[in-house]
Structure formats: C-alpha cells, structure tokens
C-alpha cells in the first residue's frame, strides 16, 4: 500500500509562492506518473500537473507559465512550485500516484493540503 503525505498549503496573497512537497511511502517514483490535482469548492477535482516516470511533465493551461512539478525520486518527493498566485488556484490540492501494470491499475491519493490565495 502506497501512502502519500502532502504539506506546504496556507494562506497567501495574490502574486505570492508556495512549494507544495508529496512525500511517497516507498522507492515508487522510478514506477509511477506523479501529479496534483486540486478541488475547489462545489468544482470537480482538476488535474494541475504531472510528471511521467521518464521525466515528461504536463500541466493545465490555466497554471502554464506559473506552476512547475518536479520529482526528487531519491527522496521519494514530488514539488509543486506554485508562483504568481491568483484567487482562483484557492482549492485543497491532492496528490496522486498512477501506475498501469500486468492489466492492473494502481491509484493513490494524498488526504490532500489547502492553499487559500486572497485577492
């Protein structure tokens, strides 16, 4: 069983940084695609941004430019540089571990961290 732990949300004003960190139980980042997603209220949740296990990342349009997700597979980590901040990113931002294997699909979720971006 895969568990992830998120931290680095809060409170910021528009324009500000956050880095957001996944911690992964376990070597799994060399076998999964990492991303974040993030649920604002009364919204389904959105994928923001991932990183595939050979290095390609992709990212919603609404975060291109200002979001970047970067893997740190020797700590078992995943980042999301959150820069340039507006009130519409305000959500709990989760993480994800997604892998396919033998016909199986394995798919883990963070209990996820808010960020709240004040205007």
């Known amino acids: 069983q895969v568990q992830l732990v998120e931290s680095g949300g809060g409170l910021v004003q528009a324009g500000g940084s956050l880095r957001l960190s996944c911690v992964a139980s376990?070597?799994?980042?060399?076998?999964?695609?990492m991303g974040w997603y993030r649920q604002a209220p009364g919204k389904q949740r959105e994928l923001v941004a991932a990183a595939t296990t050979g290095g390609s990342t992709n990212y919603a349009d609404s975060v291109k430019g200002r979001f970047t997700i970067s893997r740190d597979n020797a700590k078992n980590t995943v980042y999301l540089e959150m820069n340039s901040l507006k009130p519409e990113d305000t959500a709990v931002y989760y993480c994800?571990?997604?892998?396919?294997?033998?016909?199986?699909?394995?798919?883990?979720w963070g209990q996820g961290t808010q960020v709240t971006v004040s205007s």
């Open positions: 994800n571990a997604d892998r396919s294997f033998m016909g199986k699909q394995y798919d883990y």
């Open positions: 376990g070597s799994i980042l060399n076998f999964y695609v």
